[in-house]
């Protein structure tokens, strides 16, 4: 007869399973705290906010670009929970909150204007249009902050050679979708929308202008803008455009929602450039995400080789 | 309970409510929840605490003539002070944290940036004030010339509200939600002056109220 021996270790006195991880979270939380104020780096590590949108695909990224920076990258929870996403609302924090309302299935991309061959295509034909690459850059943003990131995706000359612009075409501009039963942010009219944004012919055929579906290795999750987005290294973050529905080849500098809502802040060209100071602060620095202390702003984000785009043009008045 | 004795006890209560933002974030840095730019978070919520208190602070003279509460007076040096406490944060988010005492590049910043001008001002301002709280400093000064000196608080207000306007990139609602409500106080009080003028002798009551 087996008789049990009573545990000498009462249920109320073992700690709840919940309780004891919280509170390895939060030694950890303290550790690592205890850590940033050592090595100055705070925030990431620190940062455990968790996914709160749906799993997404993962894409077959088979090249590693060249262009890849070797700085180290920033993690996907830094990169989806500090966004500058106006449709999503003007916090940082609302768009991984409110962007998840957006559907991105079915999606139309309209490619038109001063072209041989318009074209309207599924997203899923331009994802295999061609191989998909890992692309690390650096994104600076106009406010002063930077980040890197594992983009994936090819270059925009890829598309535009499908296309086949005309002799008239001198810039091309996208849009951003506009739709204000998921866009709770584009319900206020804080900016002239739909987004909008343009480049110079030869700053799209640019070989670093990247047409963008995912990161990480992954789709891009919807606050940063699923499901295609540009990226152009060189250039202020808002000069990237978030959703397209539509690229249109023009034969003027087409309207940009940033200039237009305010000119003497925000220039056409926007390159990123220590020298010249938004109105209202400093571009000479920037704090890297993560880093405690700030470091210099490099001209043109560091990608020096587009330099050569802009010989001959002052800076200071194309800024 | 008499008057006295509540505005005693729930002192202690009051200050406590008042360090409770300031409590909250600190538990937000605890446990990791101040997101990708934790200096930004405290930035901003140091700011807006600031003019908070600032509120707070200028709301009491109307509120205690409106409602009949004379003694609210006597929160007001702390809901003041608390305006200070925030402010000083604020400002040393930007010079340890933000800046990391690059004094020149700050230098350049007052000089050129007109936000930083305006929110430094707005800083300035509150200095004088939060040094001559104390009883001793009223009794020193007079309660006329105290009562002149703390005027500065309308100034420092309106700056703070601009420092906020001219610092937001777009989304200009939240600083405008705090210039009404400073337009609104600052207001008052003029309410307030014509009113008494018609009703002379209320003024030397209210004197001989705050002194004591």
Known sequence: MLIKKPSDIRSSEITPKKVCFDRRKFLGGAAALGAAALTGRVGGELLAPGRVWADVAKLNVTVKSPFSTTEKMNSLDEVTHYNNYYEFGTDKYSPAKYAQALRTRPWKVVVDGEVLKPKTFDIDDLLKLAPMEERIYRHR??????????????????????????????????????????????REPILDWPYSEGLRMDEAMYP????????????????????????IPWKYGFKCC??????????????????????????????????????????????????????????????????????????RKYY | MSVDRFVRYSKP???????????????????????????????????DWTLTFLCITLAITPLRRALRLPWLIRYRRMTGLFAFFHGTLHLMTYVWLDKFFAWREMLKDVG???????????????????????????????????????????????????????????????PLRYAAIVAILLASRVVIYLVERRRPGTRAVEQAERVT
């Open chain 2, 112 to 174: 050129l940036r007109p936000f930083i001008t305006m929110g430094f001002t707005a800083f300035v301002l509150m200095v004088p004030l939060a040094a001559t709280s104390t009883a001793g400093m009223i009794r020193r000064l007079g309660g006329r010339r105290w009562q002149e000196l703390h005027r500065l608080i309308y100034l420092s207000a309106v700056a703070g509200v601009i420092h906020y306007y001219w610092l937001v990139k777009l989304d200009e609602r939240l």
């Open chain 1, 141 to 186: 943003c106009v406010e002063g902050w930077s980040i890197v990131v594992p983009w994936n995706g090819y270059s925009l000359s890829t598309l535009i050679n499908v296309v086949q612009p005309t002799s008239k075409a001198k810039y091309v501009q996208f849009l951003t979708a506009l739709d204000k039963e998921s866009m709770i942010g584009a």
């Open chain 2, 13 to 47: 209560a009051v200050f406590f409510a008042c360090l409770v933002p300031m409590g909250l974030l600190i538990r937000k840095g605890l446990t990791g929840h101040l997101g990708a730019n934790p200096i930004e978070v405290i930035t901003h919520s140091t700011g």
């Open chain 1, 242 to 315: 978030k959703s397209i529905v539509h690229i249109r080849f023009v034969s003027s500098q087409p309207p940009t929602a940033w200039n237009t809502y305010a000119p003497n802040e925000y220039g056409f060209y926007s390159n990123v450039n220590p020298n010249v100071d938004h109105p209202r602060w400093s571009q000479a620095t920037e704090r890297r995400l993560g880093d405690f202390f700030k470091r210099k702003t490099l001209m043109f984000n560091g990608y020096d080789q587009v330099a050569s785009l802009y010989s001959g043009m002052d800076l």
């Open chain 1, 208 to 231: 670093l202008t990247l047409l963008c579906f995912g990161m990480y290795g992954e789709e891009l999750p919807k606050q940063n803008g699923a499901p295609v987005r540009t990226v």
